[in-house]
């Protein structure tokens, strides 16, 4: 099984690596600009990545890099995710953190995947895993925080779409929020460990997989409502 994890240096997405490790799996960590504890790992499995899921040319050269090795992705977590612009209220919103947000949240998977999904056309596995939020939630919306939750309806919207090009082909996509974890977005004070998340997300959406039309739901795997 050969798996390949966005924003893999910290946080969910090195809880992610440490846990497929562990299964045996491959693994393609990806870190935007620093391998940071990815650089603790020792593993013959583990192949380190400078990927920024913005920069369709570094995205470029790891496609050509998949592709140079002939190798099938079986699962594809776009986990990468910022959280900005937090307190800014409609008046002080700011058009960067807009856009940002707009480019890691919603378009940086988006692109992952435009990249490659030609190497997961032969896998039997094919599963596609957004990390998003119940942030995405319409029937649970707060404020302010408007970069945030805007991005993350629009990823999930992404994950509705691509379920239905992708429809038949034996793909499973997901939206899933993966709880309130103890990472450097989430805060000392959140309920569980990132490492909670990764494996209940493991276990829930690569080792079973729900079927059928529905794509948000939570790391325990219960569906949510959009
Ligand atoms: N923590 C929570 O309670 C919580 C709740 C709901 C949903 N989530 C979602 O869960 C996911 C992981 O969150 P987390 O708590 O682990 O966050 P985190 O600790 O802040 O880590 C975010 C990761 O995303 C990477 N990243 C940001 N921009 C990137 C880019 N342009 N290209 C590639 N990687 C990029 C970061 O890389 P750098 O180190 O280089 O910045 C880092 O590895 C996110 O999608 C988040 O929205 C988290």
Known sequence: MRVVITGANRGLGFAFVEACLKRGYDVYACYRKDPGSLSTLHSQKLMRIQVDVTDESSLNAFQKKIQDYNE????????????????????AVEVNDMLTAFQVNAL?????????????EESNVKRIINISSNAASLNH???PDYPYGMTKVALNMFTEKLRKE???????VYSVHP?????????????ISAIEAAEA????FIEAAP??????????????VH
Do not use: C
């Not at 103890?182 to 959140?190: E, F, L, P, Q």
């Open 72 to 91: 099938t992705i079986d699962v594809l977590i776009n986990n990468a995710g910022v959280l900005n612009g937090r307190d800014a209220r409609v008046e």
């Open 108 to 120: 940086g998977p988006l692109l992952t995947v435009k990249h490659l999904l030609k190497h997961m």
């Open 141 to 143: 919306a707060y404020a």
């Open 166 to 172: 992708v429809e038949g082909r034996g793909y499973r």
């Open 179 to 191: 709880g309130w974890m103890r990472t450097d977005m989430g805060g000392a004070s959140a309920d």
């Open 201 to 204: 997300i493991i276990q829930h």
């Open 211 to 224: 079927e059928g039309a529905h794509t948000f739901y939570d790391y325990q795997g219960q569906p949510m």
